[in-house]
């Protein structure tokens, strides 16, 4: 079975509490449960972690390698500051679609700029939840068309 694998970064764990204007009011457990149904409406498999540590970030994306067929990542607040969650990025022959919640470009200037971006294969930015689910959307169709 097709497999993929959601990351949520730091404080995503406050989801529907956090700034629920910018951030929506969905829990990230509603959100999980959400997005895995989708996922296997579409016979795929939804692995699902959140941490507020990057290390163990960077080693569920080490892990991912020959296990998943792509990463949907919403690396929070690391999204700007993180050189090792890019390497780590780099370093796996897995996809990656970096996704945000809230429209990073019209926030505060320190979070216009991805250290992210140019190592994942794509950004969704500034849908909510509904971001989560293009980017499952992508990664089911892109296989879809492999099977052509």
Request: aromatic residues 8%.
């Amino acid at each position: 079975m097709n497999r993929l694998l959601l990351l949520n970064g730091p404080n995503l764990n406050m989801l529907g509490k956090r700034e629920p204007d910018v951030y929506g009011k969905i829990t990230l457990k509603a959100l999980e449960e959400q997005l895995t149904a989708y996922v296997e409406e579409k016979q795929w498999k939804l692995d699902v972690f959140q941490s507020n540590h990057e290390g163990e970030l960077i080693d569920q994306i080490h892990a991912s390698e020959g296990k998943y067929r792509g990463i949907i990542f919403n690396p929070g607040g690391y999204t700007h500051t993180s050189v090792a969650l890019r390497d780590a990025i780099s370093s796996v022959n897995v996809p990656v679609i970096e996704v945000h919640l809230s429209n990073v470009y019209r926030r505060e200037s320190f979070r216009h700029q991805s250290l992210l971006a140019p190592v994942c294969r794509g950004q969704i930015s500034g849908l909510g939840a509904k971001g989560y689910f293009l980017a499952a959307r992508a990664f089911m169709e892109e296989d879809e068309r492999k099977d052509d």
